[in-house]
């Protein structure tokens, strides 16, 4: 059974840098084939990709998003990290982690997401 | 990039009714499509991947057409576990994936 979940401050502060942890079980980031991204949505808003990692390490990239952005995984710990610098109060959403493979990239399995408000 | 466009952006419905949402894409995607359902606070859940092949446990009842740039997520007879609302994503560009805006499905 394939799980997610993330795990983050509630609460930045304008101009910090968020840190984001998705804890997966169910599957291995060392499988051919498998990718892990994130994704967010601002209240009452349309979802947004911002990164995803491949069971190979390369990594990718929202291109708005992209020089703010880093994505990692630790595949010993099932976790990949999220960090997004310069944070704003227009960054306020819920973020989802969510699996996805290389046949068609759909997100077949999501978190069930964290709420990060920015505000100082 | 990509874009991603759905209509209607909204839609009133009664149970049992048919409903047809749309979704284009800016160019050419061949079949690399994808549908999501999203419950208020909870999590999107894939409905359908590659234009039309259902996701495994989703009921019959949801079905995808569509290739190029034109796309119908199709809801045969809409239940009361239905209301929602509906995001098309493409997954073509393997480097950078866009959603659609959404199409919210209430009671009419």
């Known amino acids: 059974q394939v799980t997610l979940r993330e795990s983050g401050p509630a609460l930045v502060k304008p101009t910090q840098t968020l840190t984001l942890t998705c804890t997966f079980s169910?599957?291995?980031?060392?499988?051919?084939?498998?990718?892990v991204n994130w994704i967010r949505q601002p209240p009452g808003k349309a979802l947004e990709w911002l990164a995803r990692?491949?069971?190979?390490?390369?990594?990718y990239y929202s291109p708005s998003l992209k020089t703010r952005l880093t994505i990692s995984k630790d595949t010993s710990k099932n976790q990949v990290v999220l960090t997004m610098t310069n944070m704003d109060p227009v960054d306020t959403g819920t973020y989802y982690c969510?699996?996805?493979?290389?046949?068609?990239?759909?997100?077949?399995?999501w978190g069930q997401g964290t709420l990060v408000t920015v505000s100082s | 990039d990509i874009q991603m466009t759905q209509s209607p952006s909204s839609l009133s419905a009664s149970v049992g009714d048919r409903v047809t949402i749309t979704c284009r894409a800016s160019?050419?995607?061949?079949?690399?499509l994808n549908w999501y359902q999203q419950k208020p606070g909870k999590a999107p859940k894939l409905l359908i991947y590659?234009?039309?092949t259902l996701q495994s446990g989703v009921p019959s009842r949801f079905s995808g057409s569509g290739s190029g740039t034109d796309f119908t997520l199709t809801i045969s007879s809409l239940q009361p576990e239905d209301f929602a609302t509906y995001y098309c994503?493409?997954?073509?560009?393997?480097?950078?994936?866009?959603f659609g805006p959404g199409t919210k499905v209430d009671i009419k």
């Open positions: 169910g599957f291995s980031l060392s499988t051919s084939g498998l990718c």
């Open positions: 969510a699996q996805s493979g290389s046949s068609w990239f759909s997100f077949d399995y």
């Open positions: 160019q050419d995607i061949i079949n690399y």
């Open positions: 990692i491949d069971w190979d390490e390369d990594e």
């Open positions: 590659a234009a039309s």
């Open positions: 994503q493409q997954s073509y560009s393997t480097v950078i994936f866009t």
